[in-house]
């Protein structure tokens, strides 16, 4: 009897943009263009385009990071890096969407206090849930089993140790 060949795990960009992450991507990105919409004044695809691609750079920087570097100094963890590396493509993204979108202007973008807030309405509200999906999309990569020893633990009084006793002398 001959056992089945289980299909290789996908890598590189094919482990980067996996469905199930592009699904967390596209949603992430309808949500966060809502409040963005009701002030918005330009086309709605240049909207479009500038949010969806700073989703993809953030994508972009958690699965580069989920592999790169091989080896990590001992004094910074995978994880941590990772969310650092999303928190950071936001803003980074943010100029380079609206920089390729606004070429030919007149005037640079930073320049027009309409875009600037545009600018700073993204940059803000990508920095405030990007980690955060960041931190549950590898809370989600743990085991099972992981993942109740962790619950277990969040679940524990942890002041309990820290209550202070008064003696009595």
Known sequence: MTAAKLPAP??????????????????TCFVLHLPILATWEAAYW?????VLFIGFAALLAFGVFER???????????WGLQV?????????????????????DVGPWWRNEKRLSGFAMM??????VSPWIGVAALLRQLAPADREQLGRLLATD?????ARKDVNP
């Not at 940059?123 to 405030?128: A, C, E, S």
């Open 158 to 162: 942890l002041s309990a140790p820290l």
């Open 68 to 78: 790169w570097p091989a080896r990590l100094p001992d004094w910074i963890a995978r």
């Open 123 to 128: 940059t803000v509200l990508g920095m405030l």
């Open 84 to 104: 650092f590396a999303v928190a950071l493509s936001i803003p980074i993204a943010t100029a380079l969407a609206y920089a390729f979108t606004t070429i030919g």
């Open 46 to 50: 240049m909207l479009a385009v500038r």
């Open 10 to 27: 996908p890598h590189g960009l094919k482990r980067i943009f996996a469905w199930r992450r592009l699904k967390v991507v596209l949603m």
